[in-house]
């Protein structure tokens, strides 16, 4: 039976060199179930390397939590990915890491890109730089997400930096979005008024968190969906989505 949720389907753990270090498994499955979420999604810069880990720990404490990415492309778009499975997203990392520059973290400047384990044991960290684009267009990587089975969405779509409209102005004929994500500094009323053209898309707001205390506000929408998962998830964005979205 469908239910009204809350979901979050932008949040980083400490691989992402941005992101502060108490951004591990446990801290966000907890976060995250204070805040009444039910599905999340882990969305680092370019990797998937600590997602598996809170999946797993979404296992033990009862929250889904979806693999994703958020993937810097050529044109300095953030395009979220989100997969189904783990299989699927770790195929799509290995293709984008094929056009990801060798390039060495220097954490001294942006951060440590730290890697978590399943009991929030740090484990390593990743040396290439992740917070760089990828050799692909927006249109290339729109089409990599879809042919891995996953959802494209496109992140903070009205900031003023790495977004669709800040770095093109305009969605590409070839990029086929799921949904396109409001940053928080506008409301969802806000954007429809400023953005009437991509209106056609499903909208959503997430937090981007790159600290816990980003998780915590109700910015967020009630979902209808089915159930806590991806297939739900993709129903209702395919779905006319404007009947099963609320603001409280
Ligand atoms: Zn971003
Ligand atoms: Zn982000």
């Known amino acids: 039976m469908a239910d009204w949720m809350q979901v979050d389907l932008h949040i980083h753990t400490a691989v992402s060199p941005c992101a502060h270090e108490e951004m591990t498994p446990w801290n966000i499955v907890r976060m995250a179930q204070l805040e009444g979420l039910e599905l999340i999604a882990i969305t680092d810069h370019n990797t998937i390397a600590n997602a598996w880990a809170v999946i797993e720990v979404g296992e033990e404490l009862g929250l889904a939590v979806l693999p994703g990415v958020e993937v810097q492309t050529r044109e300095e778009v953030h395009l979220l990915g989100i997969f189904p499975t783990l299989e699927q997203a770790s195929a799509f990392q290995d293709f984008i890491w094929s056009y990801l520059p060798d390039k060495p973290n220097h954490p001294e400047i942006l951060g440590e890109q730290i890697l978590y384990d399943n009991s929030d044991r740090p484990v390593g960290t990743v040396e290439r730089l992740l917070l760089q684009s990828v050799l692909l267009g927006v249109e290339e990587v729109g ?12 992140a903070h779509i009205n900031r003023r930096s790495y977004s669709l409209i800040s770095q093109l102005a305009m969605v590409p004929d070839g990029l086929k979005l799921d ?34 205390t980003d998780l915590v506000g109700n910015y967020r929408p009630w979902l209808l969906l ?4 991806f297939a739900a998830l993709k129903e209702l964005l395919a ?10």
């Not at 806000?190 to 959503?204: A, D, Q, S, T």
């Not at 989505?241 to 609320?246: A, D, L, T, V």
């Open 143 to 154: 089409a990599a997400i879809a042919a891995h089975g996953g959802l494209t969405i496109a």
């Open 179 to 212: 949904a396109v994500e409001i940053d928080r500094s506008l409301s969802y009323q806000g954007f429809m008024k400023e953005y009437e053209e991509l209106c056609r898309y499903p909208i959503l707001c997430n937090s981007d968190a790159h600290s816990l």
């Open 226 to 229: 089915d159930e806590a998962s």
């Open 239 to 248: 779905s006319d989505i404007r009947s099963r979205i609320q603001f409280r």
